[in-house]
């Protein structure tokens, strides 16, 4: 069983960044990030496949940066830019099989990080 801990979540003003970690138990071939705001559906935002392939969603293209450290079993998102409806909780999740954009593709999550953008 894979485990996965996000960490770097806050509350920031708009305009600000915040970098999002993800600690996993073991190497795992697929990660991603996903985020859900209260009464909204969960949002895929960004993958990063075994050979480095990335995937973002257009929401926040160019504003956020997917990465992953191997040796440190660590996934990363850099946000930047941020604005009041990037407010969510984020989740990491992750799977061994190709990646995809759905959240019922990844088997492991975490339990969360919040980020707040407000004023």
């Known amino acids: 069983q894979v485990q996965l801990v996000e960490s770097g979540g806050g509350s920031v003003q708009p305009g600000g960044s915040l970098r999002l970690s993800c600690a996993a138990s073991?190497?795992?071939?697929?990660m991603a990030w996903f985020r859900q705001a209260p009464g909204k559906e969960r949002e895929f935002l960004s993958s990063?496949?075994?050979?480095?392939?990335?995937t973002i969603a257009a929401p926040v293209k160019g504003r956020f940066t997917i990465s992953r450290d191997n040796a440190k079993k660590t996934l990363y998102l850099q946000m930047n830019s941020l604005k009041s409806e990037d407010t969510a909780m984020y989740y990491c999740?992750?799977?061994?099989?190709?990646?995809?954009?759905?959240?019922?593709?990844?088997?492991?999550w975490g339990q969360g990080t919040q980020v707040t953008v407000s004023s």
């Open positions: 999740a992750a799977d061994r099989s190709r990646c995809s954009t759905s959240g019922t593709a990844f088997n492991y």
């Open positions: 073991e190497y795992i071939s697929c």
């Open positions: 990063i496949n075994s050979r480095d392939i990335k």
